[in-house]
């Protein structure tokens, strides 16, 4: 049976997401940015919320997990870092499986963000919950991280399958790709802005994107063609330098 995906806008920027597993009935929502909004989404669909499956400990990621919890008894889940700031109720790293009825979601550490970052990946339904590790057309800062460790992350990002669809946690697609411009002339960055263009205008959302779309256009996963860097993560190390700096 497939995930039902239910996206909806929050706070200034952010995406929340409720994830219902069709066979069992079994909802989870990634992340906390609102937890009033979230309450919201999931009541006006008579749901409810079994787990909370956190990416990361920033405030706008894990910041509403006690009051979802109050509300529906939902089981917190997350990386260990989330539990220096907001309640957990279940930790998890690399390679541990989350189950939602019959949906199966494998932890993947994709660090560099914050260090202890990780994303849900669904194969079977062919879904990544990707946090802010990775953006239409860009990358999470590195708050924590280094280069070497984000680049690695994001590779492994790069290496699921092209069709896998990817839910990033906030609309920055336009302002990446304003960067992207700078650094890329490519035809396939050219054709892509003027969709994500017209797609604002409209007042649509830019996520999900895929991780094709990603390999093909987005400046930080093609970081090595576009650097003269030797090495890949100094190349990536140089675009975000870049992006970190940019004014546009």
């Not at 690399?94 to 993947?108: K, P, Q, S, Y």
């Not at 896998?164 to 050219?190: C, I, K, M, Q, W």
């Amino acid at each position: 049976m497939p995930l039902t995906v239910h996206q909806f806008p929050c706070l200034s920027d952010n995406y929340g997401f409720l994830v219902r597993d069709e066979a069992s009935g079994k909802v989870a929502c990634i992340d906390t940015p609102d937890a009033d909004a979230i309450i919201a989404a999931a009541t006006s669909r008579g749901w409810g919320i079994d787990l909370v499956l956190n990416t990361h400990w920033h405030p706008d990621h894990a910041g509403g997990n006690a009051t979802v919890k109050a509300r529906f008894g939902s089981t917190l889940i997350g990386p260990e870092e989330v539990l220096g700031h907001f309640p957990l109720d279940r930790v998890v790293s690399d390679g541990d499986i989350v189950d939602l009825g019959e949906t199966r979601f494998a932890v993947m550490d994709t660090g560099g963000h914050t260090m202890g970052h990780i994303c849900y990946y669904d194969a079977a339904d062919g879904i990544v919950f990707v946090g802010d590790t990775l953006f239409p057309l860009g990358c999470g800062r590195l708050f924590e991280g280094t280069p070497q460790q984000m680049w690695a992350s994001l590779s492994r990002l790069a290496g699921l399958p092209g069709d896998t669809v990817a839910y990033s946690a906030h609309e920055y697609t336009l302002a990446n790709g304003r960067f992207a411009e700078t650094v890329d002339s490519s035809p396939e960055l050219a054709a892509r802005m003027a969709s994500v263009r017209a797609a604002r205008e409209r007042g649509e959302p830019t996520v999900p994107t895929t991780i094709a779309a990603e390999r093909e256009t987005n400046p930080f996963l093609r970081a090595p063609l576009l650097s003269d860097k030797p090495e890949p993560a100094a190349a990536f190390a140089e675009i975000r330098s870049l992006k970190d700096n940019f004014k546009g």
